[in-house]
């Protein structure tokens, strides 16, 4: 019984360690040298598979324990530890003592954070009977129906002078598949500094994405607005899959760097960083009485209450991979995230799910 329990501790182990082999993509060079504009993603995604696992990859060389720190000019050399690809950092030699230190640019982020900088910022995904509750702006020193940089609003409400605000919009309300809310999105439209108090508060506009107009709310601006610009990605962890939600542009077909809203949040145990695989569900093909498979475009009446229901006459057909994404911003029961991999346009109601890691090594 011992000899059985042990063995089967090996087998375990064994199958544990190489499902969490890196995966080398065919035709990686051994060296990079870091480029200006380059980020951790791009990086890895020249050595691995699986981009997202850069931490696997770089996480434990004492050389580069803080990925961030990587600079443009450094070389990155792909060596072998214990079995397992690393990336090192090749060693600086000073060839004379009159070498010279030059400054660094920044370092590299984890993604392009200027393709998310105006979703930090701007969306936002709250309560909507709350929302309805916040100070509105009445108007404003201004005739004229709108109002943009420099202009003087009037906010309902007592607020308190020199506290900075963000005035929004509303967006679209979001609900779930069972027609559950799952909040109401609201837009940035300006921002504001109270100049006065008062039941109605005098409000500075100190710069506008669109103009502002009467009826929109304020709000306080978040401090997440200013959230780090480094992610640490890791597998995501839902015991069921998350849908898309809607596009942050709200456009029908959505590909690479682009963002879009999740359908769970942080209720769900959706984290910054989660990495989520992208799948269209599969099509379900019917066979006919005279045994003939018939596609979704050609079913009838019958044959589309045949694919409804538990039958051994529908057989659904293998999910399609559509690519990858990463969150970057989490609320109470949505979150966003931008799509970092793309084989085929990902559209509305497409499924998440955990995404599966890599098992074979080069």
């Not at 607020?159 to 919009?169: E, H, I, N, R």
């Not at 005098?202 to 401090?223: C, F, H, M, Q, W």
Request: with cysteine; proline share 6%; net charge negative.
């Amino acid at each position: 019984m011992k000899r059985l329990i042990l063995l089967a501790s090996l087998i375990f182990g064994c199958t544990f360690a190489f499902a969490d082999t890196l995966t080398l993509k065919s035709g990686h060079p051994d060296s990079y040298v870091v480029k200006k504009g380059d980020t951790l993603w791009d990086i890895s995604a020249t050595f691995l598979n699986d981009p997202w696992r850069w931490p696997k990859l770089w996480g434990v060389n004492p050389q580069v324990a803080n990925p961030h720190l990587i600079y443009p000019g450094d070389k990155l050399t792909l060596v072998f530890i214990d079995g397992e690809p690393r990336l090192v950092m090749k060693p600086h030699v000073r060839k004379s003592p009159e070498g010279r230190i030059s400054a660094k640019d920044g370092a590299i982020p984890a993604i392009d954070l200027s393709l998310i900088q105006p979703y930090l910022l701007q969306n936002r995904v709250v309560d909507g009977d709350w929302f309805e509750q916040q100070p509105k702006v009445m108007g404003g020193e201004s005739s004229s129906k709108f109002h943009v940089t420099s202009d003087i609003i009037y906010v309902h409400g007592k607020l308190a002078v020199g506290a900075k605000l963000g005035v929004y919009a509303e967006g679209r309300e979001f609900t779930n598949s069972e027609g559950d809310s799952l909040g109401l999105e609201v837009v940035l439209s300006a921002s504001g500094r109270v100049i006065e108090s008062g039941e109605v508060s005098k409000v500075k506009l100190l710069s506008n994405l669109r103009e502002t107009e009467a009826g929109y709310r304020v709000l306080p601006i978040e401090d997440d607005s200013l959230m780090s610009a480094y992610f640490m990605p890791r597998a995501a962890q839902l015991a069921e899959p998350a849908t898309v939600l809607a596009s942050g542009k709200d456009v029908r077909a959505m590909g690479k760097l682009d963002v879009v809203y999740l359908d769970k949040g942080a209720n769900d145990g959706v984290a910054t960083g989660d990495v989520f695989s992208i799948f269209k569900d599969g099509k379900v093909v019917v066979i006919d009485s005279d045994g003939t498979p018939v596609q979704p475009y050609e079913r009838n009446r019958y044959d589309k209450i045949l694919a409804n229901l538990s039958s051994d006459s529908a057989v659904k057909m293998p999910d399609l991979y559509r690519g990858e994404l990463m969150v970057f911003k989490v609320f109470d029961k949505t979150s966003m995230g931008i799509i970092l991999v793309n084989e085929r346009p990902v559209r509305v109601a497409d499924k998440l799910t955990n995404p599966e890691q890599a098992s074979i090594s080069e």
